[in-house]
């Protein structure tokens, strides 16, 4: 599976992969960081789609258009907010690339391209952080051979070397 898995950096609103996944929070209604120039990259008509889901809970993802983005969809998925680590929160982000992962497959995207899920305000330390994405990343893509290509789309370039890092031990 390593070599379905990409590390780059840059900015995923320009993404031209099939999905990208939003690291939002559980009202789906926008906010800060990846999630407010995801939605200003997409025009207003992702806020009005995102208004119809009704929220979101922290681990899973639900699914809109990308409107004016390159990507076909986005999947928004809030991820756990850190808390020390003795909180399900591993578990938590886990499920948050699972669930957007089947969500793309369901809706035949083979390119989905992740942000760095609560490593910004939700305050996950990159380095676990990063073992956990990638480790969740590898067992769906072990069973599923219909996604082509996974990758990271770090900001910046210490959020890159602990993903290049978790790849490498991977
Ligand atoms: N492309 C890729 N990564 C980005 C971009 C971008 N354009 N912009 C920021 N990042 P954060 P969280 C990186 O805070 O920790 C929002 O208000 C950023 O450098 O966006 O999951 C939501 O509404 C960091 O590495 O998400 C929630 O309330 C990573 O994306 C809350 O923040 C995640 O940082 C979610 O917090």
Not at 3 to 15: K, L, M, N, Y
Not at 68 to 81: D, F, I, S
Request: some cysteine; charged content about 25%; glycine content about 12%.
């Amino acid at each position: 599976m390593k070599d379905r898995i990409e590390i780059i950096q840059g900015d995923i609103t320009r993404s031209d992969a099939d999905a990208i996944a939003n690291a939002a929070n559980t009202s789906l209604l926008g906010g800060g960081g990846v999630d407010g120039a995801i939605h200003r990259a997409a025009g207003p008509q992702l806020l009005a789609e995102c208004r119809t889901l009704h929220g979101c809970e922290t681990g899973k993802a639900k699914i809109t258009r990308g409107y004016n983005l390159k990507a076909k969809y986005v999947l928004h998925t809030p991820g756990p907010v850190w808390s020390g680590g003795g909180r399900g929160e591993a578990e938590k982000l886990a499920g948050c690339y699972r669930s957007c992962l089947e969500l793309a497959s369901e809706h035949g995207c083979r390119t989905v391209d992740f942000p760095s899920i609560s490593t910004g305000v939700y305050g996950y330390p990159v380095d676990r952080a990063a073992r956990v994405a990638l480790s969740a990343i590898a067992d769906y893509l072990a069973s599923h051979p219909e996604i082509e290509r996974v990758r990271m789309v770090c900001f910046d370039a210490h959020t890159k070397a602990a993903y290049d890092a978790a790849l490498s031990e991977l």
